[in-house]
T-cell receptor, first 116, second 111 residues
């Protein structure tokens, strides 16, 4: 149980392109989803927390107009990187949590984004 | 002060031995603690959750929690080369909806 699917797993695109990443909880309803970014050999960095049906809460320093998050249903959240630039190249990982706050987060497989 | 601290390693352990991974946290009222394993280039995978003082065992893994000392550990018995990975300690901060990750300890099991 607690399977989280993330798509696509790998994206290579030109600078200026917008890229959408999907995160789905396959066998549970995710009231809260989280988006992380991880640079090589660095730790996970939380970008934002999203709750179904409400606006995402962004961490300090994360541009909400650049990283658009939508959590329209209990099983789907999307992250759109708008007008991506090479410095946005990173490993983006979503996680999902069912129900109460003390439950663990379950991670998707991640999306490796490379901006040329 | 960093909220969740781990030794970055690498920690090298012979195959078959016990690997001991440690983590300390600063928020005294934290209630939920997690260990994740992350292979290079992959996303984290949940190993254990622990919520109360003492030991919790699951197969070759044992999580230990001491809230008075603000310390949580993970023991891996009969270590295997496939256990070589980075182990992330994560703590649920009660004032918040998120969990805080440590930077991880790289574990290397020597064949």
């Amino acid at each position: 149980g607690a399977v989280v699917s993330q798509h696509p797993s790998w994206v290579i695109c030109k600078s200026g392109t917008s890229v959408k990443i999907e995160c789905r909880s396959l066998d549970f309803q995710a009231t809260t989803m989280f988006w992380y970014r991880q640079f090589p050999k660095q730790s996970l960095m939380l970008m934002a927390t999203s709750n179904e049906g409400s606006k995402a809460t962004y961490e300090q320093g994360v541009e909400k107009d650049k990283f658009l998050i939508n959590h329209a249903s209990l099983t789907l959240s999307t992250l759109t990187v708008t007008s991506a630039h090479p410095e946005d190249s990173s490993f983006y990982i979503c996680s999902a949590r069912a129900g109460v706050r003390d439950q663990p987060q379950h991670f998707g497989d991640g999306t490796r984004l490379s901006i040329l | 002060q960093k909220e969740v601290e781990q030794n970055s390693g690498p920690l090298s352990v012979p195959e078959g031995a016990i690997a001991s991974l440690n983590c300390t946290y600063s928020d005294r009222v934290s209630q939920s603690f997690f260990w994740y394993r992350q292979y290079s280039g992959k996303s984290p995978e949940l190993i254990m959750s622990i919520y109360s003082n003492g030991d919790k065992e699951d197969g070759r893994f044992t999580a230990q929690l001491n809230k008075a000392s603000q310390y949580v550990s993970l023991l891996i018995r009969d270590s295997q080369p496939s256990d070589s990975a980075t182990y992330l300690c994560a703590v649920k901060v009660n004032r918040d909806d998120k969990i805080i990750f440590g930077k991880g300890t790289r574990l290397h099991i020597l064949p």
